[in-house]
C-alpha cells in the first residue's frame, strides 16, 4: 500500500540505527502525570462543592454522588481539578490560531465543492439509499435486544427521567 | 398517605383556581394601552421527508414503538451522522419563500443536554452558522384579517436539527418508557423576531406559516398532530422575556400569551416587574415557572467534529429553487377573486386554506367549463364550498375527494343546470351518495330514474293546484295577510317551501316564485 506523506520537518538529525532510536524513545522530556499532579498551581479557578452539583445536574448525574460516595473527601472535586490542570497545561502550549475556529475544530474534510441544485437532486435520487449495515433497513435488527430491560417494546429509564431529580 | 392526600387536595384547589382565572382570563382579556405587549415565536417544524436527517432510516408516523430506527437513531457507539440531501432541500425551499438570507456556508454544532429521549447526550443543531439567517412573512387586512393594512413580521433565523425521542411517564413505579421512532427526524426551527403586538397577528402568522409549508408539502402536520411545537418569547413594557415552551395548538399560544400578559401586567401594577429571564409551561390554565437564571441550562455548545460543514452554490441553487416553488396563498387567493373564478374573499379563503378541496375545485371548474354550463362561476363554488362541505359536516366527515370524486360532483350539477332535477333533489342525492359508495357507480340520470327526484314537467293548471293548496291552508293564513298588506315580502319564501313540499320537491323553487308573486300582486 502507498502511504502519501503530506508533511515534512526536521526537528533532529536523521537515526543512524536502531539503538539510537531506542536510546531516543529511553529519555522523555516529559510526562502526563507531571501535567496532572501539580494541582492549582497556574492561579486559575478551581472547582468547588456548588460547581460540581451544577455539573452533575448538567450531566443529569444525581447529587447525591457528591455526598454519598465521595466520602467528604473532596475526591471527585480533587479529581476534577486536576483535569482542570491538564487542560489549561493543552492551553498554555502555544499554537497557529486560525481565523475561523468553527470550521478548523472539525476533523472531518472542509475543503467540499459547493453544491448545486443538481447535485443536491442527485444526491436524493442516487445516493441517499438506507444502509443494512447502519441498520436503516426496518425489520432487520431489534434495538430491544440490546437493552438490559424492556417494557412492550419501549426502552426504560428508571427514576422518572430528570423529574426526580427536581423534585 | 397523609401527604399525599395533603398534595391532591393541594393539586385539586390550584386546578380549581386556575380555571377560574382561566374563564376569567377568557372573557375580559384586552391588552391595555399603558402596558406594551412585545411578543416573538420559536417555531419547530418536523419536516416530511422520506427519511431521518443524520441516517437513512425512514422516518416513523404511528409506527408501532422503537421500529424505525438506525444504529445512528439510538446513538449506539461508533456510529456518525451524515446529512439526508433530502431535508437540506426542503430547508432551503422554506428559507427561499420566507425571504431568508441562505448561508454560503453553514455548520451544524452539538447542544448538549441530558435527557432519557435523547441518547446522544447533546441535540445536532445549527447554533454559530444557520443555514439562513433574516427572512420575513408579510400578514395583510385583506387575505390575513389582522387589523393593520400590512404587517411584517420579522425572522431572525432558521436552522436544521434533530428531533429528540419521546418519552412517556409512569408515576406508579418511577419509571420512564422510551420510543426512539421520532429521534433523529428532521427539524427545522424558526425563530421571529419580537415584532408581534396582537392576538390578530399571532393567529395569522401561525396560520400563514402551517398554509406556507402544507403548499411546500414540505411538513408532516399541522400544531394539532405535532409536527408544528411553538414556543412563546414574551415581555410587557421592555421588562426581561418570559419564554414559554412547548405550545401544542393555536388556542394553547393564544390563551398563554393572555395569561402571562395578566400576570406581568399585575406584577409591574405591584412594582415587582420580570427583571431576569425565566422559562415557564402552559398547563392549559396558567403559565408555570420551570427554570429561572440560576437553574438555567448550560447547553455548552460546540461545533460538531463529525459533520462536515454545508457549502453551497447560491447562484445555481436559489433561481432553481424559485422556479419550483407552487403557486403562494397570495398568489391563489388573487387568481380565485379574478376572472373567470369571481369567487367571494370568503369562499376563497376556504379554498386556500384547505389545498386538496381547492385542487378538487379547480378540476370541477374544468369539467363543467367543458360543458359550457351558465352561471359556471357561482354554480361550481357554491356545490363545492357550500353544498358539498355542508353536507360533509351533517354527516361529521373530512373531506376527501375520494368520498365523491370531483366528476360525479359535476355529472350532477350538469343535471341540474339542465333542470333534469330541482337544487333540493339534487342536494338529496349529494347526501346520499356521501353514505351509500356503491351508488357512485351509477350515472346521475340513472339515479335520478332510481329515486324519482327527476323535475317534474307541470302543467299552468297542476301548479296553480299547489299554490291554492298552500294559500288555502288555515296554517298559513296570518303570512298570507302579512304578504297581502305588503309587510314582510321575504315571508313568501316559506310558502314557496311549502309548495316545494307539496310538489316533493319535483318543481323548480323558481316557477312557483314566479306564480305566487303574480298572484301577490293581483
Known amino acids: ?83 482542570i490542570n491538564f487542560i489549561n497545561h493543552l492551553h498554555s502550549i502555544k499554537i497557529f490560531e486560525s481565523k475561523n475556529y468553527n470550521i478548523d475544530s472539525r476533523i472531518i474534510r472542509q475543503d467540499l465543492p459547493a453544491l448545486k441544485y443538481g447535485d443536491i437532486i442527485e444526491q436524493i435520487n442516487n445516493c441517499a439509499k438506507p444502509d443494512l449495515l447502519k441498520g436503516e433497513i426496518p425489520k432487520n435488527w431489534d434495538p430491544m435486544k440490546l437493552a438490559s430491560e424492556n417494557e412492550d417494546g419501549y426502552y426504560i429509564v428508571k427514576e422518572g427521567l430528570i423529574k426526580d431529580e427536581k423534585n | 398517605m397523609f401527604l399525599k392526600k395533603v398534595k391532591g387536595q393541594l393539586i385539586i384547589r390550584q386546578f380549581s383556581q386556575a380555571i377560574a382565572f382561566s374563564n376569567k382570563n377568557q372573557e375580559t382579556f384586552k391588552f391595555l394601552k399603558d402596558y406594551k405587549l412585545k411578543c416573538g415565536l420559536e417555531i419547530h417544524t418536523q419536516l416530511d421527508t422520506s427519511k431521518k436527517l443524520f441516517s437513512l432510516s425512514p422516518t416513523s408516523f404511528n409506527e408501532r414503538q422503537n421500529t424505525r430506527v438506525s444504529y445512528f437513531d439510538v446513538s449506539l457507539p461508533g456510529t456518525q451522522p451524515r446529512l439526508n440531501p433530502e431535508a437540506l432541500l426542503y430547508t432551503l425551499k422554506a428559507a427561499v419563500v420566507l425571504n431568508s438570507k441562505i448561508n454560503p456556508i453553514s455548520t451544524f454544532d452539538r447542544k448538549h443536554y441530558f435527557y432519557g429521549d435523547q441518547p446522544l447526550g447533546y441535540q ?20 390575513d384579517e389582522i387589523n393593520e393594512v400590512q404587517k411584517i413580521i420579522n425572522i431572525e433565523q432558521i436552522q436544521i436539527e434533530q428531533d429528540t425521542g419521546k418519552s412517556m411517564y409512569k408515576n406508579q413505579d418511577g419509571n420512564s418508557q422510551i420510543d426512539l421512532n421520532r429521534s433523529n427526524m428532521p427539524l427545522i426551527e424558526l425563530v421571529t423576531k419580537p415584532d408581534f403586538e396582537d392576538l390578530k397577528q399571532v393567529k395569522a402568522f401561525i396560520k400563514k406559516f402551517q398554509l406556507l409549508f402544507k403548499i411546500l408539502k414540505i411538513c408532516t402536520g399541522d400544531l394539532e398532530t405535532g409536527a408544528i411545537r411553538v414556543d412563546v418569547n414574551l415581555s410587557v413594557n421592555n421588562g426581561e422575556r418570559i419564554e414559554i415552551k412547548n405550545l401544542s395548538s393555536t388556542s394553547a399560544i393564544l390563551n398563554a400569551i393572555k395569561y402571562e400578559y395578566n400576570r406581568q401586567v399585575e406584577l409591574i401594577k405591584q412594582g415587582n416587574p420580570i427583571i431576569s429571564k425565566e422559562t415557564r409551561g402552559w398547563d392549559g390554565f396558567q403559565t408555570v415557572k420551570l427554570r429561572n437564571k440560576e437553574t438555567a441550562v448550560d447547553y455548552r455548545y460546540m461545533p460538531d467534529p463529525e459533520l462536515p460543514p454545508i457549502v453551497l452554490d447560491l447562484a445555481d441553487l436559489i433561481p432553481n429553487i424559485s422556479s419550483n416553488i407552487p403557486e ?94 330541482t337544487n333540493n333533489n339534487a342536494k338529496l342525492l349529494l347526501l346520499h351518495l356521501l353514505n351509500n359508495k356503491e351508488d357512485l357507480n351509477k350515472s346521475i340520470p340513472e339515479l335520478i330514474e332510481e329515486y324519482e327526484l327527476g323535475m317534474d314537467k307541470l302543467s299552468e293548471q297542476e301548479i296553480v293546484e299547489f299554490i291554492d293548496e298552500v294559500l288555502k291552508d288555515p296554517k298559513n293564513s296570518k303570512i298570507v295577510e302579512t304578504i297581502q298588506r305588503g309587510e314582510k315580502p321575504k315571508s313568501i319564501n316559506y310558502l314557496i317551501g311549502q309548495c316545494m313540499r307539496l310538489s316533493s320537491g319535483k318543481v323548480d323553487s323558481k316557477v312557483f316564485e314566479h306564480h305566487l308573486t303574480k298572484r301577490f300582486k293581483t
Not at chain 1, 501539580?38 to 478551581?46: D, M, W
Not at chain 2, 445536532?124 to 387575505?143: A, C, D, M, R, V
Not at chain 2, 379574478?338 to 376563497?348: A, G, Q, V
Not at chain 2, 376556504?350 to 367543458?370: A, H, S, W
Open chain 1, 1 to 83: 500500500m502507498l502511504a502519501k506523506r503530506n508533511y515534512s520537518a526536521k526537528v533532529i538529525s536523521k537515526f543512524q540505527s536502531v539503538v539510537e532510536i531506542k536510546d531516543f524513545l529511553s529519555k522523555p522530556e516529559w510526562k502526563v502525570s507531571s501535567l496532572l499532579d501539580q494541582v492549582n498551581n497556574t492561579g486559575t479557578k478551581s472547582i468547588d462543592q456548588s460547581q460540581l452539583i451544577k455539573l452533575l445536574q448538567l450531566s443529569g448525574l444525581s447529587t447525591k454522588i457528591s455526598r454519598d460516595d465521595d466520602g467528604g473527601n473532596g475526591e471527585l472535586i480533587k479529581s476534577l481539578n486536576n483535569q
Open chain 2, 124 to 143: 445536532i443543531t445549527q447554533h454559530y452558522n444557520p443555514i439562513s439567517k433574516g427572512g420575513y412573512i408579510t400578514l395583510t387586512k385583506e387575505f
Open chain 2, 328 to 421: 403562494l396563498p397570495e398568489e391563489q387567493l388573487l387568481k380565485l377573486s379574478s376572472k373567470p373564478h369571481n369567487c367571494k374573499l370568503r369562499d376563497s379563503r376556504i379554498l386556500v386554506q384547505n389545498q386538496p378541496l381547492l385542487n378538487y375545485y379547480l378540476t370541477l371548474f374544468e369539467l363543467l367549463k367543458e360543458q359550457n354550463i351558465k352561471n359556471l362561476d357561482k354554480l361550481s363554488v357554491n356545490w363545492c364550498c357550500h353544498e358539498l362541505l355542508g353536507a360533509l359536516t351533517k354527516l361529521d366527515l373530512e373531506f376527501d375527494h375520494n368520498l365523491l370524486p370531483a366528476t360525479k360532483l359535476a355529472e350532477l350539477i350538469i343535471q341540474v343546470s339542465h333542470k333534469a332535477i
